[in-house]
Structure formats: structure tokens, C-alpha cells
């Protein structure tokens, strides 16, 4: 601490001390401390813009890493999205194939029994009627559509479109406004095809029929339920919107 | 690809056209009156039309002829215009079905040609024809787009924008004075309403990216549409007032061209989820999303017929792309345009029984009219480059002012 205090004070008795033969030394001094000072922050300068490079280059290169990391991830979940509509599409394709299937065993059935008495009055095959029954929806013919839904369901209870034929008759009362019913028969899908791949849609127009009806919280039930079981289906994307309205 | 089988011609009952009698001083008019009728009959796609002279006597009956029918017109000269009338007669029983007298001007002749014509229709078969109905188009000249407006013939056509850049995807409000379409004006593509009673067009939407292909609701009070806000082209549902939209469709691939079921409770669109163009149906409410088109690699532009038993999209195969009529299920798709070159975005007429579509057959893309077999292929355009048609609504019931019904 002594020390310390003394040295400015021995500096200035040495630089009087100089002054007199040496006028600029006292200024020398200085200049150089200057000098030097100037020196050590242009280093310092230089290191500091070199670190600031090293810095941008690491954020650039962690920048191109997100950027294809974030392509990466777009593509793979563009892939998923493909594989997912490809298994949905293969879904409608095995359908649609074993409803043809459904035909040719009646008619194969139809055949064995041709040799004795044969009543095939009023019988339509599966496919045409299932098919004939979807047209009426499209077209707005909602109660024929119900009636031969109804009765394909009768006779073909095991077909692999029976839950599909079941929505349908939900759809079938609430394209007429019928949301009691529609209550009903949507619920019936969910009950008796748990496993089918119509329950997503049948849980939100359950929802969405609850709603119409004024039963309020029936209807967030129904939403949180579908989003809880189904989190990946468009349907749990439509039910969050339904529980939280945008503005 | 092979879809279905070639559509066979439809079923068109036989109807004689008689020469038209003419009044003092309206031979030229009569001439030009029947010539509009027996265009419109030939488009209607109902009739077979053949040609004779005006009837001399009563007609008597011909029990073998039944179903066959025989119209018979007159133009005569009124004060200081016309009036034209017409009538059809059942050449089976030799009653007479439907007989009017229609007042014109030389100027609005075809207009009263078209409305005749739509109302023997009605009276044979209970469903009003097209002849009175318009329809709205792209044409291209040079680098612009613009949107047109023609009578359902083609006839009459007249510019509807004149923004000076590209106009796209012109439809029609269920009401018949509006046109929703796509306009690059404002250097994005934005969707604008055009009035066709004030002739002018303001913005619908104008959000971040795509807003493309519009179709109405049936009830008119949505606009289904393609929106690219959230980074991805999805289809919303945006009300006529503009005040809501609702997201239909999420995932990350391309969904596109919605079109309503007649009953307004479900719509057909394309989507590549799959990895390439197909057609997919949804409910209203954006669940239930299936695919429809079981067919073919590349699918698109689907519209559902006015009767919503049938759904007609253009398909691509060896490098062309020809247009598909199907059921509303997704089974039976048949190929109906078989020509050289491009035959793309089929809308249906308001009644169904034509299909309107762009082909480059003749080289640049001009517009035609068809059977929805594919016969009685009519061009109606010429000149320029014509596509994107859209056909209007019939008039709402009119109130009928004279003459028997």
C-alpha cells in the first residue's frame, strides 16, 4: 500500500528532477505509455473481431445445422405423412376390395345352394348395396341412405365396412338436423367398432351433435376424450379448435 | 390407364324443329330465331333434333310416335319490337305441352330464344335447361389473364377484370351476381369478389401465401378455399362476411381444389398426402377425410355434380391429362375425353347434363361443351387461349308472368 503511494510521487520528483536538461522527457514517457497502451488495444481489438468471426462462423454453422436439421425433421415428417396417407389409402383400398369379397362369397354360396329351390328375390349384393346406400348420402337422400344402411347392416354384420355403414347412419339424421339420433347412432360406433378406423370421425360428430343440442359439457367431454385416445388423427387437431375458439 | 369402359351415347328423345313462320316484315328475324333454338336444342343434350316445315294442318295423333315432339314458333312484329311464340307439341297424342308468346327486341331475341328453349325443357321433363345461364372463364393474351363472362354458349363473351396481370379459378356464388377468383394485382395471389351489378371487385382474401381456388357453399354463406398462411397449402372454410375462417385440412403436403356436395355436408378435394395427386372426400367440418379415387397415379380438380351423384376430375396419364366421370362412391370412373392434347378443369353445367371442360386439342387450350359420356363434343371459344371455365346458377324460380304453364 506504501509503496504503492509512493511511486507516482518518486515519478514526478524523478521528472522534475529530468526536466531540466530533458524538456520532452516527462512527454516521452508518456507517449510511449501511450503508445503502448494503443498498441495492446488494437491486439486486443484484433482478438476480440477474430473472436467475434470464430463466434459468427460457430452461429452459422449451428444456423446451417438447425436449418437441416429443420429440413431433415420437414422431410421425415413429410414422409410420415405420406406412410400415414398411404396406410389410410391402403385402408380404403382393402375396403373396398373386401366388399367386393363379401359379394363373391354370397354369390358363391348363392351358387352352391342354386341346385335346390333358390330365392335370390330382392337380394342385392353387398357391394351394390352398400355403394347405392353411400350415393343417397352424396345426393341428400338422407332417409333412403338410413333405411339401406339399416338393412346392410342386418345382412352383413360382419363386413369390414359395418362401422362404416354405422356412421353413415349417424350422418345419415345429422345431414337432416336429426341431433338427438345422431347422438345416438355416432355413439353406436364407438360402442360396437372400438377398433375400426371410423371412431375418430364418429367421436367429433358425436361432439359436435352434443354441441347442437346444448349439451355443453357432454360435448367437451366427448373432445377431450377423442384428443386423449387419438392424439394423431385430423379429427383431435378439429376437437382442440372446437375446445379453444380462436378469437 | 385404363378406367372403365368408353361412355355409350345418351338416350336423346327425337324432337322435329319446324321451320319458323314469320310475320310481315320479320322473315330475317324468324330465320335468326330458329337458328338460336336449334343450337340450344342440339346443346341441350335431351333432344335429337331434326329439321321440317311448319305444320299445315292439326296434327293427328301417332301412337307409334309416342315420346317424340314437334315445336313450332312464329316471329311476328309488335309496336315497335317482336314477339315471338312457340310451342311443343307431343307428336304421340298431338297435345300441345307447352305454348307461350314472348315479347322481344331484335337485340334481346336470342335472350327469349334461350328462355323458350329452357322452358319446353322444363315442360318435357321437369328439369329447367341451361340456355339462360352464363358462364365465366380465363382467357389469356399475351402474358395476362383476365376473367370472362359468356353466355352459356360461348356466345356474347365480354371481359369481366381488367387488372392487367393473371387472373385465376372464377367461380360462382349460388346466387348467380358474384364471382369469386383468384387475382395476382397486388403481387400475391389474392381472392377478390367480383359484382357483377356493380361491375366492379373487392378483396376477400388477401393472407400470406396462397388464396386460390374458391367454391360456394351451396347456401352461399362459405367459401371453401385453398389458404398457404400457415406455410403448407390447407383448405379453410372462410365465411362470405370474411369474418371467419376454419382450417379443414393439416397435414404437410398439398391440399387443394375443395367443391361441395350439392347437400353442402361434405367436400371432395385433392390432396398429394399419399405422395402423389388424389381425390379425397371430408366432411364439412374437415373429419372423416377418405380417399375417392382408386384409380390412376394423378388425380385432380374434382367437382360434384349439381345432383350429387357424381364427381368428374381431370387425370393425368402417359403425359396428358383427360377427364374422368365417376359415382359419388369412388366406383365406376369412367374416361370420357379421348383427343390429343390437354382436357382439364370439368365443371359441371347447373343442371348436370353437360360438362364443361379446357382442351388443347386444336392447339392453344380453348373451352367445350360435352355429354357427361363424352359425346356431342362442342368448342365454344376461338381465338386467344381460353380455360378455368365455370359454369352459373339457373335463375332462382322466376315468377311466371303469362301464358300457360
Redesign the interface.
Given at each position: 500500500m506504501l509503496r504503492r503511494a509512493a511511486l507516482p510521487a518518486l515519478a514526478l520528483a524523478m521528472a522534475m528532477a529530468l526536466s531540466s536538461c530533458a524538456p520532452g522527457g516527462y512527454y516521452n514517457t508518456s507517449q510511449s505509455a501511450l503508445d503502448s497502451l494503443l498498441t495492446s488495444q488494437a491486439q486486443l481489438a484484433k482478438r476480440i473481431d477474430a473472436m467475434e468471426r470464430k463466434l459468427d462462423a460457430t452461429r452459422e454453422g449451428i444456423a446451417a445445422t438447425r436449418a437441416t436439421n429443420d429440413t431433415r425433421l420437414?422431410e421425415i415428417?413429410?414422409h410420415l405423412?405420406?406412410l400415414?396417407?398411404?396406410i389410410?389409402?391402403s385402408g380404403?383400398?382393402f375396403k373396398?376390395l373386401s366388399m367386393k369379397l363379401d359379394t363373391v362369397k354370397k354369390q358363391i354360396a348363392d351358387s352352391t345352394r342354386a341346385a335346390g329351390a333358390r330365392d335370390t328375390t330382392g337380394t342385392l349384393d353387398a357391394e351394390a348395396m352398400y355403394?347405392a346406400a353411400?350415393?343417397d348420402i352424396?345426393?341428400?337422400r338422407y332417409n333412403l341412405a338410413r333405411e339401406s344402411f339399416q338393412t346392410y347392416l342386418r345382412l352383413y354384420p360382419d363386413s369390414d365396412v359395418a362401422d362404416n355403414a354405422q356412421?353413415w347412419i349417424g350422418?345419415s339424421y345429422?345431414?337432416t338436423g336429426d341431433f338427438a339420433n345422431a347422438i345416438v347412432e355416432f355413439q353406436k360406433v364407438i360402442d360396437k367398432y372400438p377398433k375400426g378406423d371410423?371412431v375418430?370421425?364418429a367421436m367429433?360428430?358425436l361432439g359436435?351433435s352434443q354441441a347442437r343440442v346444448k349439451q355443453t359439457a357432454e360435448s367437451q367431454k366427448t373432445y377431450r376424450a377423442l384428443i386423449q385416445k387419438y392424439p394423431k388423427s385430423?379429427?383431435a387437431?378439429?376437437a382442440k379448435?372446437r375446445l379453444n375458439p380462436k378469437s | 390407364m385404363r378406367i372403365g369402359v368408353k361412355a355409350s351415347g345418351t338416350l336423346k328423345s327425337p324432337l322435329l324443329l319446324a321451320r319458323f313462320r314469320a310475320g310481315p316484315g320479320a322473315e330475317g328475324d324468324a330465320r335468326a330465331a330458329h337458328d338460336v333454338v336449334r343450337h340450344d336444342f342440339d346443346l341441350s343434350g335431351v333432344f335429337a333434333v331434326s329439321d321440317t316445315e311448319p305444320l299445315t294442318e292439326k296434327l293427328t295423333p301417332n301412337p307409334a310416335a309416342q315420346g317424340s315432339v314437334r315445336v313450332e314458333g312464329m316471329v311476328e312484329v309488335a309496336g315497335a319490337g317482336l314477339q315471338f311464340t312457340g310451342e311443343a307439341l307431343d307428336i304421340g297424342t298431338a297435345e300441345s305441352v307447352f305454348k307461350r308468346t314472348y315479347p322481344a327486341t331484335r337485340s334481346d331475341l336470342r335472350r327469349a330464344m334461350h328462355r323458350f328453349n329452357d322452358d319446353v325443357i322444363e315442360a318435357l321433363t321437369g328439369e329447367r335447361g341451361i340456355a339462360e345461364t352464363r358462364i365465366a372463364f380465363v382467357r389469356q393474351s399475351g402474358r395476362l389473364k383476365e376473367v370472362w363472362i359468356a353466355d352459356y354458349d360461348g356466345e356474347n363473351a365480354r371481359q369481366l377484370t381488367h387488372d392487367s396481370t393473371i387472373a385465376l379459378s372464377p367461380a360462382w356464388a349460388p346466387w348467380g351476381s358474384e364471382i369469386a377468383f383468384t387475382t395476382f394485382k397486388r403481387g400475391n395471389p389474392d381472392l377478390y369478389l367480383f359484382d357483377l351489378g356493380r361491375g366492379a371487385s373487392y378483396p376477400f382474401s388477401t393472407r400470406p401465401g396462397l388464396n386460390t381456388a374458391p367454391c360456394y357453399s351451396p347456401d352461399g354463406k362459405w367459401i371453401a378455399c385453398t389458404l398457404s398462411r400457415d406455410g403448407n397449402a390447407e383448405i379453410y372454410l372462410v365465411s362470405r362476411d370474411a369474418q371467419t375462417a376454419?382450417?379443414l385440412?393439416?397435414?404437410?403436403?398439398i391440399d387443394s381444389s375443395p367443391s361441395f356436395?350439392?347437400?353442402g355436408?361434405?367436400i371432395a378435394f385433392t390432396?398429394d398426402?399419399?405422395?402423389s395427386p388424389?381425390v379425397y372426400v371430408m366432411?364439412v367440418?374437415?373429419?372423416?377425410?377418405?380417399?375417392l379415387t382408386?384409380e390412376g397415379r394423378y388425380n385432380d380438380s374434382p367437382q360434384?355434380s349439381p345432383?350429387?351423384?357424381r364427381i368428374v376430375y381431370a387425370s393425368r396419364h402417359d403425359a396428358v391429362f383427360d377427364v374422368i366421370v365417376m359415382?359419388?362412391?369412388?366406383?365406376n370412373s369412367v374416361q370420357v375425353t379421348f383427343q390429343a392434347g390437354h382436357n382439364e378443369n370439368p365443371r359441371w353445367s347447373a343442371d348436370g347434363r353437360k360438362i364443361y371442360f379446357s382442351s388443347s386439342r386444336s392447339g392453344r387450350r380453348q373451352l367445350y361443351l360435352m355429354n357427361p359420356d363424352g359425346s356431342d363434343v362442342v368448342q365454344l371459344t376461338k381465338g386467344g387461349e381460353s380455360f378455368n371455365p365455370a359454369a352459373g346458377p339457373r335463375a332462382r324460380k322466376r315468377t311466371q308472368a303469362a301464358g300457360p304453364g
Open positions: 420437414l415428417s413429410q405423412d405420406v400415414d396417407g398411404k389410410d389409402d380404403a383400398r373396398n355403394q353411400y350415393s352424396a345426393a341428400g356412421y350422418e345429422y345431414g371410423k375418430p370421425a367429433f360428430k359436435l385430423p379429427e387437431a378439429l379448435e | 376454419r382450417r385440412t393439416r397435414n404437410q403436403r356436395s350439392p347437400t355436408n361434405q390432396s398426402r399419399s405422395g388424389q366432411d367440418e374437415g373429419s372423416n377425410q377418405r380417399l382408386l360434384w345432383k350429387g351423384d359415382d359419388a362412391n369412388g366406383q
